[in-house]
């Protein structure tokens, strides 16, 4: 028998387990019966007798160890994993390799059994052997995969601020809306198709270029009015012409584009 030892828990899903290792080899995993009796919610002497009825199909030291009457016994008792009383009144104590996992599972004859049999050949037998074969390439995954955590955190982060920014200005319902929309495709990098209906939509530059005035002149008129209401348009966030920083722009509807035009040509006044 190879030199056995008992590590850390193991979770792997929704299952967790001590990790042993060296009894069928070296770096060879293999599990406790008792803990694969708890994974698959089995009574421990149920799993026992299964193996006890099939034991001619088991082969020592490739399937299957017994270690009750070994010193291994000991290191059951210090992982906490058995007391003392407990090994004593135990007639086995088995240990399976994957190997002799695979054969308990043809016996238990149980599709859950055979798909938790796939999670821990996937997450926990080969998981040395992924390791020892291409350590380059694992590598490389553990840095993309930490990469990866590192720009979601940052988006995260992102979307907090923009969201707060939100609270932060005077906008329209629909504004917040399309500004919160907005904001999602910009940190997530999916478009959004969903856009809530607002009509179309002028900027004081394009009134100012129908009527053949300044964006500063229709400022001034929409101010003095006091049309710069919902019922007018709405205020949203765009970029600022002279720097990154967005700041809050009236956004004319049709509405407002008439009124507008009203209050220029009651003034005959365009300059």
Same mark, same amino acid.
């Given at each position: 028998?190879?030199?056995?030892?008992?590590?850390?828990?193991?979770?792997?899903?929704?299952?967790?387990?001590?990790?042993?290792?060296?009894?069928?080899?070296?770096?060879?995993?293999?599990?406790?019966?008792?803990?694969?009796?708890?994974?698959?919610?089995?009574?421990?002497?149920?799993?026992?007798?299964?193996?006890?009825?099939?034991?001619?199909?088991?082969?020592?030291?490739?399937?299957? +160890?017994?270690? !009750?009457?070994?010193?291994?016994?000991? @290191?059951? &008792?210090?992982?906490?994993?058995?007391?003392?009383? /407990? $090994?004593?009144?135990?007639?086995?104590?088995?240990?399976?390799?994957?190997?002799?996992?695979?054969?308990?599972?043809?016996?238990?004859?149980?599709?859950?059994?055979?798909?938790?049999?796939?999670?821990?050949?996937?997450?926990?037998?080969?998981?040395?052997?992924?390791?020892?074969?291409?350590?380059?390439?694992?590598?490389?995954?553990?840095?993309?995969?930490?990469?990866?955590?590192?720009? +979601?955190?940052? !988006?995260?982060?992102?979307?907090?601020? @923009?969201? &707060?920014?939100?609270?932060?200005?005077?906008?329209? /319902? $629909?504004?917040?809306?399309?500004?919160?929309?907005?904001?999602?495709?910009?940190?997530?990098?999916?478009?959004?198709?969903?856009?809530?209906?607002?009509?179309?939509?002028?900027?004081?530059?394009?009134?100012?270029?129908?009527?053949?005035?300044?964006?500063?002149?229709?400022?001034?008129?929409?101010?003095?009015?006091?049309?710069?209401?919902?019922?007018?348009?709405?205020?949203?966030?765009?970029?600022?012409?002279?720097?990154?920083?967005?700041?809050?722009?009236?956004?004319?509807?049709?509405?407002?584009?008439?009124?507008?035009?009203?209050?220029?040509?009651?003034?005959?006044?365009?300059?």
């Amino acid at each position: 028998m190879n030199k056995l030892a008992v590590g850390n828990i193991v979770r792997v899903d929704d299952m967790k387990f001590h990790e042993i290792e060296g009894g069928f080899g070296k770096n060879k995993k293999a599990m406790l019966v008792k803990e694969i009796a708890e994974i698959h919610g089995r009574p421990l002497f149920k799993i026992n007798q299964l193996i006890n009825d099939n034991r001619k199909h088991f082969i020592d030291g490739k399937d299957i +160890l017994d270690i !009750k009457d070994s010193p291994l016994a000991i @290191l059951l &008792k210090d992982s906490g994993i058995y007391t003392q009383n /407990a $090994i004593n009144a135990s007639t086995n104590i088995y240990i399976l390799s994957e190997r002799g996992y695979a054969k308990l599972l043809k016996i238990m004859d149980d599709d859950l059994a055979w798909e938790k049999y796939d999670q821990l050949v996937d997450g926990y037998f080969q998981m040395r052997q992924v390791i020892k074969e291409s350590p380059d390439s694992l590598k490389l995954q553990i840095q993309q995969e930490r990469a990866h955590a590192m720009l +979601l955190n940052a !988006k995260t982060r992102q979307f907090k601020l @923009l969201m &707060k920014t939100i609270k932060d200005k005077h906008l329209s /319902a $629909i504004a917040a809306d399309v500004f919160g929309i907005t904001s999602l495709e910009e940190v997530t990098g999916q478009k959004i198709d969903y856009r809530p209906e607002c009509g179309k939509l002028y900027s004081a530059q394009d009134l100012a270029t129908e009527i053949g005035t300044s964006r500063n002149m229709i400022g001034r008129k929409a101010n003095a009015a006091g049309i710069k209401t919902d019922k007018y348009g709405m205020t949203v966030l765009s970029k600022s012409e002279h720097g990154p920083k967005q700041v809050d722009t009236f956004m004319y509807n049709e509405c407002g584009r008439a009124k507008i035009k009203e209050l220029f040509w009651e003034v005959g006044d365009r300059k």
